[in-house]
């Protein structure tokens, strides 16, 4: 099982990105929301859940753990095959999911396209009671600005950037950034990278 991919963004399509790790370009489908925050080049740090069928692997990537267990859990529900379950990742927060389930309404389920009525219901009752993050908690735990930050860093870490060099610019970018940056991998990654520039670069260790 591929359970996480970090490379860099060769090529950025509408709903998916082809990321290069260890010289081999993997395509993985992302949220439409992932897409548009990504560029060529932009390092990639995703959570992946491989679909195994007799006439294909399909990867499929998200920016935090708790979409990817939301997604694991929209494909157990019967009628809920991974793009309908992506869809509704498209078109929902995990707080937003969470929240309809909780108050049994199917409505915002319906509203997604490919899923019908008898579906959305299926959704509300099959997930009740099994989603981890509670609506209350779900801003947190969508976007933990916490681990935001180190997920940066270590990106940066990865690309050859220092530690010390990586979090002190991670921080000066996240504390001057737009909340919606600062609560996205990938849009802190850019900024942060917009700072260092390539001439700033230096050696892991230096």
Known sequence: MISSLQGAAA?????????????????VAVTPQVARTTHVGDPVHL???LVVREDALSLFGFETREELTVFTQLIGVTGVGPKSAMGVLSSLTVPQIAQAVTDDDDAPFKRVSG?????????VVQLAG??????????AAVAPHGQIPVQ?????????????????AVASVAENAA???????????RLTLALLGPARKEPVGG
């Open 179 to 189: 909340e919606a940056d600062r609560a996205s991998v990938q849009a802190l990654l």
């Open 47 to 49: 959570h992946t859940h």
């Open 152 to 168: 940066v860093t270590q990106a940066l870490v990865g690309l050859g950037w220092s530690e010390r060099v990586a979090a002190e």
């Open 11 to 27: 090529h950025v399509g509408d709903d998916t990105l082809v990321v290069v790790v260890g010289g081999v370009g993997l395509s």
């Open 115 to 123: 899923i019908g009525p008898k579906t959305a219901k299926l959704i």
């Open 130 to 139: 099994k989603l981890a993050v509670a609506p209350a908690q779900a801003p």
